[in-house]
């Protein structure tokens, strides 16, 4: 089963070489990696094609700076495996997750596989707070997660999603936070969400990353996006009306 591994590129010559090669590394070898040098002005383009020239199953495609979501769409439109994992370019990944992630889809038919993290922080490593214990779980059961402080939580790059899912969804262009705005949307098209506590993603938290600039600023998209998907799970969810309303106003306070 070939699976797309899917890396929006741009300003990132310092981390990408490890990124790539946790990548090209992996213990599952049935894989494609796709790169999108989304208009880096630095070396990161060439460094890109580096490493497609030594490994047929790199390929990299060039386009103009048009944001993470537009070169996450990018990928998915060129992607040719039936899974889709999406990774950020100065992290990377276990050399066991994609096989890890591959043996749970096959496992339990899951549309969706979530794994843990670690968090890197310089020099110090802390795993996530998401602990539960190996399972399956429907629709319904993964919002609940979802919206649980303690959950799974958002990010795209812990997941590995089957490509169909995408034929009506895409990451919002020109937004902030599109994780938020795209996530809710896969689960509640899945059949089955299958879950591991084993930390495969490596996510480096450095000044330049986006996740330690997250909320730097006030954005009114973001205000949008929480208000979106409040009204969507309330109209497939009505019972868990009071979970959505808390996680809702939690996360517009933050």
Request: glycine letters at 4%; one cysteine or more.
């Amino acid at each position: 089963m070939l699976v797309s591994i899917i890396v929006p590129v741009f300003k990132v010559e310092k981390y990408l070489k490890r990124c790539i090669e946790s990548l090209c590394n992996q213990s599952y070898k049935d894989i494609e990696i796709i790169l999108i040098d989304d208009g880096s002005p630095d070396r990161s383009g060439e460094i890109c094609d580096e490493f497609a020239a030594k490994n047929s199953y790199v390929k990299v495609f060039h386009q103009k700076n048009l944001g993470l979501s537009a070169a996450r769409n990018k990928g998915i439109d060129v992607a040719n495996g039936e899974y889709i994992s999406f990774v950020d370019s100065d992290d990377f990944i276990d050399e066991h997750m994609i096989e890890s992630m591959v043996s749970l889809s096959e496992v339990y038919n899951a549309d969706i596989v979530i794994c843990s993290w670690k968090i890197i922080r310089g020099h110090d490593i802390q795993k996530s707070h998401f602990t539960m214990s190996e399972r399956v779980l429907t629709p319904e059961e993964a919002i609940k997660v979802l919206l649980n402080p303690k959950g799974f939580d958002n990010f795209a790059c812990n997941k590995m999603f089957r490509k169909e899912l995408f034929e009506s969804i895409i990451f919002p262009v020109g937004k902030v936070m599109e994780d938020l705005a795209t996530i809710y949307k896969l689960i509640l098209k899945a059949n089955r969400i299958a879950i591991t506590p084993l930390p495969l993603y490596l996510y480096d938290i450095h000044s330049d990353s986006i996740t330690s600039r997250l909320y730097d600023q006030i954005n009114p998209d973001v205000f949008d996006i929480y208000v979106k998907r409040k009204d969507d799970l309330l109209l497939k969810y009505p019972n868990l009306r009071n979970l959505i309303l808390s996680n809702f106003f939690f996360g517009v306070q933050r």
